[in-house]
């Protein structure tokens, strides 16, 4: 069973607007979460990350919030760039053992 | 920042062979290399955990005996398909937890199709 979701795999936003991607699980043992970003042919590389202590972490353009009671966080990117066209995961991890992914979105940002 | 390789990056086998992939970090030392296969529409589905100098630890329903693991160095882990079947084609993803900063980073990934 899907311990991390990511219910839409696609979206698609205009240049400079916001995106935002969001991402639900079911553990609440889960103490980190972070979002990768992959584009085709490459593995993901690691975006940004935030401990369940926090409920937001900006770096840049990409900030990620986090709401524990509703289980959920999610990752905005503003402004938006071409070049942020990708696909997205979210993982969660407890402790410092492996990743939960999600099924990732696939942002499109249109010039 | 740092990198993890992965070779080959694609690889086409017969029914009944067995397959080696490397995963490597190239910049770092990884004291915890993991094991993914990703199912098409389907988040990566760990497979097996692997600590330098130590048996992996395979996840429940992954045959340890059919993907071999071998984890030599702090930079270098092994996934070897033993007797590959058609339903063994996937893209497997390794990664590797960077021992300073306790980052994970992911390999490119290597696509397996067993004919």
């Known amino acids: 069973d899907q311990q991390v979701k990511q219910n839409s795999p696609s979206l698609s936003v205009q240049e400079g607007r916001i995106s935002i991607l969001n991402c639900d699980y079911t553990n609440s043992m889960f103490d980190y979460f972070l979002w990768y970003k992959k584009y085709p042919a490459e593995g993901p590389t690691f975006l940004i990350s935030?401990?369940?202590?926090?409920d937001k972490n900006e770096d840049g353009r990409f900030t990620v919030f986090l709401n524990k009671s509703a289980k959920h966080l999610s990752l905005h990117i503003v402004p938006s760039q071409p070049g942020d066209s990708a696909v997205y995961f979210c993982?969660?991890?407890?402790?410092?053992?492996?990743?939960?992914f999600g099924t990732g979105t696939r942002l499109t940002v249109i010039p | 920042g740092a990198v993890v390789s992965q070779h080959p990056s694609r690889v086409i086998c017969k029914s009944g062979t067995s397959v080696k992939i490397e995963c490597r970090s190239l910049?770092?030392?990884?004291?915890?290399m993991f094991w993914y296969r990703q199912f098409p529409k389907k988040s990566l589905m760990l497979m097996a955990t692997s600590n330098e100098g130590s048996k992996a630890t395979y996840e429940q329903g992954v045959e340890k005996d059919k993907f071999l693991i071998n984890h030599a160095s702090l930079t270098l882990s092994t996934l070897t398909v033993t007797s590959a079947h058609p339903e063994d084609s996937s893209f497997y993803i390794c990664s590797a937890r960077e021992r300073a900063t306790d980052t994970q980073y992911f390999g490119p990934g290597t696509r397996l199709t067993v004919l």
């Open positions: 993982a969660a991890q407890t402790g410092a053992n492996n990743l939960f």
């Open positions: 910049d770092f030392q990884a004291t915890t």
């Open positions: 935030i401990s369940s202590i926090k």
